[in-house]
Structures are given as structure tokens and as C-alpha cells.
């Protein structure tokens, strides 16, 4: 939830996500179906709360969050619901671009979230006063990292890193992507893509989705128990 990647390429839309977290928070349940609001949508859980950050629906829309919205915020606790709900409320929903105008985030902690739905991509922010809606080139090629994590120049760092990598693979498959978010800059445990602060705070897994035509996949691998597990369905 932390560190998001989006690209296209070669018919292939890939999204990868790498949720930092800290350590004493509970293993999340890997990807499973779930039903909410009579649709199908496939996530990773995190136990304790009920939410996620990576959700992907039966029409192939993903929702990913982002701790923090452009700059990082002064925590103001108690909050009156986990952000991860948030991202269920919007993907139970027909359209979550849609909702995302009416949802009420009073008293929620700022986020970022990563939307492809109908072909179409944007990044919703919440800074906790007011909501911003972006749309993206889809053809283009994009990276965030959490704000509340990463600095304005460690978050110039890591993008210029993407683009550099990029510029030298020019079809990119999901394995290179898992690859650029699980070993860019291994050695640098504070700010490298896979992170360990002080055996505090880690990233704990990576999560990818590929859209190929009609069909979806869903990979996710965890990180601390060093287990795959995979999710693949049609779109009809």
C-alpha cells in the first residue's frame, strides 16, 4: 500500500503494489473471493481491520491505496473508519469513479487511491479536507510512493529509477515488474523498493494484477512466510 506501479504493455495492463507495514500488525489473508454488495471482488485481507489495499472486481476494475495524499499529514486519531473499508465501499459499488464523489470521508485519514476501471485510469486523493480526482494517460507510465513514508526527494528517486528502467525494457512483462518491486535497490533497506526499518517496519508483500484482454491475473507474493499464491478469471 505503499509503493504503486502502472503499466502497459504489449496489450497488457500491469499494476503491482508493495505494502509497507509494520511488523506487529497481523499476516494478511492471502487473495480470495469475496461477495460484497452482490459483485465478485478478489483481495488480499488484512485481519485486523476487515479491509485491503489491492482489490480487483469480476469487470477487471482495480482499486489500490496509498497510505497519505500529496505531502504527508499530522496524524489525528481516533479516525472514524479504516481506509481499507473505504476501498470496499467503492468497489461494491456499479462505478467506484462514481462514488468516489459522494462518499462520505469526514473524519477519514488521508489517502491516495489507484483506479483502472471501463480503460480508464486516475488517481483519487483524500487530504482530509477535500477530494481530488485525476485522470491519467492509460498509454503512459506511472509509479507513486506513499507519502507518509517516503520524502519529496526519496520519491523523485524512485521515479526517476522507474523511468530508467523502463527506457531500457521496452516491453515489459509482469515478472520484470515483479523484479523492479522486489530488488530495486536491495541494499538500501530505508528506502529501497523492499524495505526493513529497524525490524519495525517492512514491506510485506507485493501484489500484482495483469489484465490481458479478457482475462485477469492476480499475483501475490508474501514476503514474510515466502509464499505465492495466485487468482486468474475471465472477464465476461
Known amino acids: 500500500m505503499c509503493t504503486v506501479s502502472f503499466v502497459k504493455s504489449l496489450d497488457k495492463i500491469i499494476i503491482t503494489s508493495n505494502r509497507d507495514e509494520k511488523v506487529i500488525r ?33 469487470k477487471g476494475t482495480v482499486l489500490v491505496l496509498l497510505n497519505g495524499a500529496t505531502e504527508k499529514h ?22 467506484p469513479k462514481d462514488l468516489w464523489g459522494d462518499v462520505d470521508l469526514f473524519e477519514i485519514e488521508p489517502f491516495t487511491l489507484v483506479l483502472f476501471q471501463d480503460q480508464q485510469l486516475f488517481q483519487l486523493r483524500w487530504n ?8 491519467l494517460d492509460c498509454n503512459a507510465r506511472h509509479i507513486w510512493s506513499s507519502s507518509t513514508l517516503y520524502s519529496e526527494g526519496v520519491r523523485k528517486q524512485r521515479s526517476d529509477a522507474f523511468y530508467s528502467f523502463l527506457d531500457n525494457n521496452a516491453g515489459i512483462s509482469e515478472n ?14 530505508e528506502n529501497g523498493l523492499v524495505i526493513n526499518r529497524n525490524n519495525e517496519l517492512k514491506t ?13 491475473a492476480i499475483l501475490h507474493y508474501d514476503l514474510v512466510s515466502q509464499k505465492d499464491d495466485s487468482i486468474s478469471f475471465i472477464i465476461i
Open 26 to 58: 497481523p499476516c494478511a489473508i492471502p487473495p480470495q473471493n469475496y461477495i460484497i454488495k452482490g459483485k465478485n471482488v478478489i483481495f488480499p485481507k488484512d485481519p485486523k481491520a476487515g479491509g485491503t489495499w489491492y482489490v480487483v472486481d469480476e
Open 74 to 95: 499530522l496524524m489525528k486519531p481516533p479516525y472514524r473508519k479504516s481506509r481499507g473499508l473505504i476501498v470496499l465501499d467503492l468497489i461494491g459499488s456499479d462505478s
Open 128 to 135: 482530509g479536507e477535500v477530494k481530488e480526482t485525476t485522470e
Open 176 to 189: 520484470e515488474m515483479y523484479g523492479f518491486h522486489r530488488y530495486t535497490e536491495a541494499e538500501n533497506l
Open 204 to 216: 510485506l508483500s507485493i501484489t500484482q494484477s495483469v489484465i490481458e484482454k479478457n482475462k485477469v
